[in-house]
């Protein structure tokens, strides 16, 4: 009767033995899986009113509202910890030149928190993520340049961030590309046109006298077209007399034409020379008095000018300032 006893009593020994077992592999289950989620970002959905909100607090920064600001975000893992970043292009034509749009990466912190790390212009579509790393984070492929002078360049991250200026990087060939494609499409162009008479609220008021009025019609075309670039900040605009400055003007062209702006959307301007050569274009060509079109950042040195040569328009050369003589015509003073 005893031997029975202690037989029954080992098996329940056994039993509960193994039981204890299952209980803790469960409890060990339950913990990686829970590890596992924390630190793997949200999906997209979730992520969603997180991520807006970051873009609405850096849209305030230029006067804008997210919600008038149209924009697609992509969502993905750029530096390999398995959180996903997040990359947005802002697509409204008050936030692309014809060299492209406004672009910001966010860095992923998981719990669906982010940090701005680069923001970049100008880019056009489509935009492949690379399957080559640079400082741990993808190379970002952008389309950049005109129409008539396209160009794919690799942002490669650099320890802080991607380059500020796509356009300026150098050149790949369409058989280095490799990767994620993020396709996006520019709002029409129509809105501009509709929005053209409010945007050009924000100029200031230029006085008309000597002007036709169709140069007059180019001015304010080009005073629109700056005007209604995304995050700009200061924009004003006269007419000059260059005649002291200059040697060799054109006959009868003594004036130029001055944009001075400020902000990020300064920036892009100064970043898409299409942009600024086709309204130098423009005004010139309509205006028998102006020789010459200048763009610059507000209490910088940082300008560029075009104006005829050669009966073209053509960007002017960038030459160290001089007081003992006057620039010749071509060429603009940057230090």
Partial sequence: MKKNVFLLGLLASISLFGCGKIDDSASTDSLTEGTNVSNVS?????????????????????????????????????????????????????????????????????????????????????????????????????NVGSKAEPKNVALKFDGKGYPENASTQTAIKDSEISGEKFAFETQASQETADKSSTNSDKADKTASAGFSNKCQAA??????????????????????????IYENIPKERSSQYQFTVGGSGGKNIMYSPVFMSDISKNIISNCNNIGSVKFEVDQTDNRIAYGLVNDSVKKFDCTAPTDKSKLKWGQVSCP
């Fill in 42 to 142: 949200a999906t997209t959905e979730e992520s969603k009113g997180l991520i807006e909100s970051s873009l609405g607090e850096y849209l305030k920064t230029k006067s804008l509202k997210l919600e008038d600001t149209p924009h697609k975000v992509e969502y993905l893992d750029l530096n390999g910890d398995n959180i996903k970043d997040a990359v947005t292009v802002f697509t409204g034509a008050k936030s692309c030149t014809e060299n492209g749009c406004n672009m910001l990466v966010h860095q992923g912190l998981g719990d669906n928190k982010f940090k701005l790390v680069s923001d970049i212009a100008p880019v056009k579509s489509p935009i492949t993520f690379s399957e080559t790393t640079t400082g741990g984070w993808k190379d970002i492929v952008a």
């Fill in 219 to 244: 001015i304010d075309k080009g005073k629109s077209k700056v005007a209604s670039v995304s995050g700009i900040g200061i924009n004003k605009s006269n007419n000059n007399d260059i005649s002291s």
